[in-house]
C-alpha cells in the first residue's frame, strides 16, 4: 500500500499567468519576465519499505519552529507559513518591506499505518518524516486433514 499525495495550492497564481502571459492586442509580454505568480509546494521523495515510509520534504531556509505537521481522518498535512517585516529608517527615507511565504502538503495515510508513533526531525533543510507501518502477521496456509 502505498500514500497518496494530495497537492494544495493557490489557483490565482496559475490564472494570472494564463491571462497576462501575453497579450494578443499587444503582442508582447504584458508582465515583466522576472515577475513569477507560480506556487511551489516543497519537493517530496517518499520511500516504502517492509517496516515504515519515510516521507522527506526538502524545505531549506526554514527551522523546525516553522513547520505544523497534524493528522485528521487519516490525512497527514504538512504546513508552514512565514511571515517576515523589516523597517529601516534614514534622515531621508523610510524604507518597510514585508513577505509572506506558506505552503501545504497532504497526504492520505493507509490504514496500516502507526500514526501515533510518526516521527519527524528537520536538518539540513530536509524535514523528515517516519512512519511506521503495523506487523503484518502472515496466516498459515490452509492444510487440509484426511479423515481416516
Do not use: C, H, W
Not at 536538518?123 to 511506521?132: R, S
Amino acid at each position: 500500500m502505498t500514500l497518496v499525495v494530495k497537492r494544495n495550492g493557490n489557483m490565482f497564481p496559475r490564472i494570472m499567468n494564463d491571462i497576462f502571459e501575453t497579450s494578443p492586442f499587444f503582442g508582447t509580454d504584458v508582465l515583466d519576465a522576472n515577475m513569477d505568480f507560480s506556487v511551489q509546494a516543497p519537493s517530496v521523495n517518499i520511500i516504502e519499505n517492509n517496516k515504515e515510509f519515510k516521507v522527506e520534504l526538502a524545505a531549506p531556509g526554514l527551522s523546525k519552529k516553522d513547520f505544523k505537521i497534524e493528522i485528521e481522518n487519516g490525512v497527514l498535512s504538512i504546513s508552514s507559513e512565514i511571515e517576515e517585516e523589516r523597517e529601516e529608517e534614514d534622515e531621508n527615507y523610510k524604507r518597510r518591506e514585508f513577505s509572506y511565504n506558506s505552503f501545504s502538503r497532504s497526504f492520505q495515510l493507509p490504514e496500516d499505518v502507526l500514526a501515533d508513533k510518526i516521527d519527524a526531525k528537520y536538518e539540513g533543510g530536509i524535514l523528515k518524516l517516519n512512519i511506521p507501518k503495523k506487523e503484518v502477521t502472515v496466516s498459515k496456509p490452509k492444510k487440509e486433514i484426511k479423515v481416516s
